[in-house]
């Protein structure tokens, strides 16, 4: 008989190579520095004179070494300056995920799910008729032949379209999203850092629906003065300007990139920590930076209203506390009939997940 054979205990719950332990700071500093290789190394190297992160055995040259073998950096040929490759913004937005919303796996694709049955992708325990245009690998077999029993005997055995019973399929749909960024200069505003863990969050979404929702849409748009778009691969270098909040040129963007989606679940989130404080007339921008402008305001309420007529609901996520601002979000989400939460910089990403896939089990 085979026993039992022991061996001395060594604990390597904890256990990590030097390489990686300097690579999870280093993931970190590339989010406070927007990417700039540059500034994380030289924050790295303060943080190693003061707190020894490495030592003979491996050094910061060493760290450098195998950043370059795996890819994750490069240098410009012409420049001669060290960059990340875009397998290190990828690691970004999966750290970014895994930290907000904790480890997910991949799942099939149009993985979200409605109160619909049909020509879905998930089996459920209902069963129906056979009606043409079922698919040969949802006939119910067994009871397909217990009908075909009972209606015609065993003597005289045959299957009829009239005997097939079928398992019925979920149906599953997929979601148009916008995310709105705010890149004014108040989520920089009084030393406090807004921005960083709304690029987070950002990231965290991104890789979300590309990973367990591949067949959804994600757009990102980021607005200060005005409103463009940008990559998904951009938002780690994603930098505060000298901007005021120009929030209806951010929704006026949003409508149009929703407008050329086909499917008809849209969605619009917007991240941002102040009033809105200028907007377009004509060619020239109105800007009005203290208290809340009605001209401004009335402006965002009429394109709340638009949305919710397009049935564009929009979730906005407010990380500030000031009561004025609430009134305004309340007006705002009021007039578009979204949601809006008031949360702390640390709860952002919870907040996220949780109201994503709502929106997204509900949407027909």
């Known amino acids: 008989m085979l026993g039992y054979r022991f061996s001395k205990f060594t604990d390597n719950g904890d256990e990590k190579s030097p390489f990686e332990r300097l690579f999870k700071i280093f993931m970190q500093l590339l989010n406070y520095t927007s990417g700039d290789f540059s500034e994380a190394m030289n924050w790295l190297n303060e943080l190693d004179r003061e ?12 760290f450098l070494k195998d950043l370059k073998d795996k890819g994750y950096i490069k240098e410009n040929n012409a420049s001669g300056e060290i960059g990340i490759t875009p397998k290190t913004e990828q690691t970004i937005r999966k750290n970014a995920m895994e930290e907000l919303f904790g480890k997910l796996k991949k799942s099939k694709q149009g993985n979200h799910k409605t109160r619909f049955t049909g020509n879905g992708d998930e089996m459920t325990s209902d069963h129906r008729e056979y009606r043409f245009g079922d698919s040969a690998d949802q006939i119910a077999m067994t009871d397909s032949i217990r009908n075909a029993q009972i209606n015609h005997g065993i003597s005289d055995f045959h299957l009829q379209e009239d005997d097939l019973e079928v398992n019925e399929k979920e149906l599953k749909t997929q979601t148009s999203t916008v995310l709105m960024i705010d890149i004014s200069h108040s ?14 969050v950002a990231m965290a979404l991104a890789e979300l629906i590309r ?3 591949p067949k959804d849409t994600l757009d990102v748009i980021v607005f200060g003065d005005d409103a463009w778009q ?3 691969k951009d938002l780690p270098y994603l930098q505060v300007g000298p901007y005021h909040t120009n929030t ?4 006026e963007l949003a409508m149009n990139l929703l407008r050329r989606r086909k499917n008809p679940n849209k969605q619009v989130f917007m991240i941002t920590d102040g009033k809105p404080s200028c907007m377009r007339e004509g060619a020239h921008l109105y800007k009005n930076s203290f208290g809340l402008d009605r001209k401004i305001i009335n402006k965002c309420l009429n394109l709340a209203s638009a949305c919710r007529k397009l049935k564009i609901p929009i979730t906005t996520f407010m990380v500030a506390e000031d009561e004025y601002l609430r009134s305004f979000i309340h007006e705002f989400s009021e007039a578009n009939g979204g949601k809006a939460f008031y949360t702390s910089l640390g709860g952002l990403g919870e907040y996220v997940l949780e109201d994503f896939e709502k929106n997204r089990r509900k949407k027909i």
């Not at 807004?194 to 690029?199: D, G, S």
């Open 230 to 232: 940008i990559e998904v």
């Open 248 to 251: 209806p040129a951010g929704l």
């Open 187 to 200: 989520m920089i505003l009084y030393g406090e850092d807004r921005i960083t863990p709304a690029k987070k």
């Open 211 to 213: 990973t367990r929702y």
């Open 51 to 62: 707190h020894k992160l490495t030592n003979n055995e491996y050094t910061m040259a060493d």
